[in-house]
């Protein structure tokens, strides 16, 4: 195998390190592109799975209206959740209505309307007020710790809320950042307050027996058509926003990694040039068009390797130093999964090979007795 | 093999043969050899003489593989040479290019540019350095194969490109003004050097040179006129 040749990848290395600057744009282009990809994907990724977070809080399904693109739109009777939570088989349905609200400042809160019962209320840490007091009285609410700090809010306080004045009477902090940014109102008040009186925007649901999840979806297929009820992981899978939200994310990723291998493009395409006589020096000590061609490749491969390797570490810091941003506290989770890392790898080493072909081509076209010549 | 190649015992063997060989250059605007017709038996030393331009490189490049004529057949050993593959065998196993410059790799080390053609033709690694050791000691580069092309004289130079040319274990050696760019004193030396190694290793030398008195030492001299050959002292 002619790659472990200590000459030919002496070759290769020689090379970059003939042309150390550009060989140096190459890799950071590359690093940079990858650790773009890295820092974009992570923190959208980190995003929804906040948001399934929400909506998988102490719950295995959740229940929807068919056919909406979007959660905010969805639209589930009091009526279907009443009858939902009656069935033995779920050990409990909470309706959730979301909203998007706003205060002097800030021009986007997410609301949510629950229930006192609902596992966001009962679970949270409250570090003010008391969850047994939430939904005594229609303009009572509870802050998430974050939303309390930038709506400057203390308990017993009165915050202005879109066209309504709220009083708090909790402020519960919980480990999400959408959660600890938002604004719990009891569900009743938020129908009226979003003009929704009778429905929730989805309800989240506790089997008693986890197996019982397909006859469930069954059931509600049957007795309510308009609704549509998916378990957590198929809920992540399918919900398009979801799904435009990562292939953004991968979308933007991308064209940072297609930059870069202009990058190496430009580099495998000027390295070929500035090595014509070598080539031809190699022609005719034997070299076969596979060969030459291999040494480009190495090359190019190189650069992307090495590029990929400083862009996961410079992502990998990135994201952490957003973990201690504090605006962005709870927004950002700074979990790197390592199918990330092997796609972010695998798409730099085909940028790069992708930016060789053409160089590659170039070099396997060109005859040892003319550039021999070539000064 | 073709009948003409089966020669009586005692008849000594063609290591190189060109047929009715043509060639140009910018779609035949310039007609570089006319028809040429040539053969080197193996074993032979054998100067190409003549004028700037009259086609001994080109000969030697189409005799080598590395170009192709527009009409007529090259055979080495026997075997016509057809397109890529056959080439890239010859130059891999059955000749060995030495050019006015030494075209080495300056930022590869002696040791380095000479196994470039074992790395390409895949030889065994252990092998290959028996055989460099071999001709370093024969050229006297022995105490020089750790250093950068750079660091080497002209002279030097060239005789690791002859190390180089004969890493493979070639039959034939293709030298291209082998001494062109050296002072008379070590042309004198490497010449002689190219010379014992060739009757050493028993090869076939075709060289292309201006140097009469060089080429006076060769075993025959072919002179080339306007794409043409002659062969002045029939020998």
Redesign the interface.
Known sequence: M?LL?P??V??IL?NL??HRIRSVISVAGIAFSVAAMLTIVTVLQGAVGMFSGILSSDSEIIVFERNVSDLFFSSVPAGAAAGIASWPMVRHADPVLFGIVSSADHPIITCFGVTPADARIRKATWIAGNPTSFARHAEDIALGERAAEFLSAKLGDEVQIGHGSFHVIGILRTTNGFEDGGVFMPLDAAQRFFHKEGSSSVVTVKLADKDEAAAFKNMVKAKYPSLIALEDDEFSRTYSQFKILKATAWAVGGCGLLLGGLGVANTMIMSVFTRI??IA?????????G?IAAMIFGESAVVSLFGAGVGLVIGAVFLYALKFIPALHGYVDATIEPAVVGIAIALALLTGVAGALDPAAYAMRI???EA?RFE | MRAADVLPVGTPRVALRAEKVWKSYDSGAIRVLNGVDFAAVAGQTLALCGPSGCGKSTLLHLLGGLDEPDRGTIAVNGVELGRYRSRLALLRHEVGFVFQLHNLIPDLTLEENCLIPTVAAGTDRRAARERLRQLTSLTGLEHRLGHKIQKLSGGERQRTALCRALMHRPKILLADEPTGSLDEQTSGTVFQLLLDLTADEGLTLVMATHDRALAGRCDRLVEMRDGRIHEPDGR
Do not use: P, W
């Open positions: 002619i040749k000459v030919f002496k070759l020689t390190g003939r006589r070598e020096i190699l022609r005719v000590n034997g070299f076969s068009n060969q005859r040892a007795v021999l």
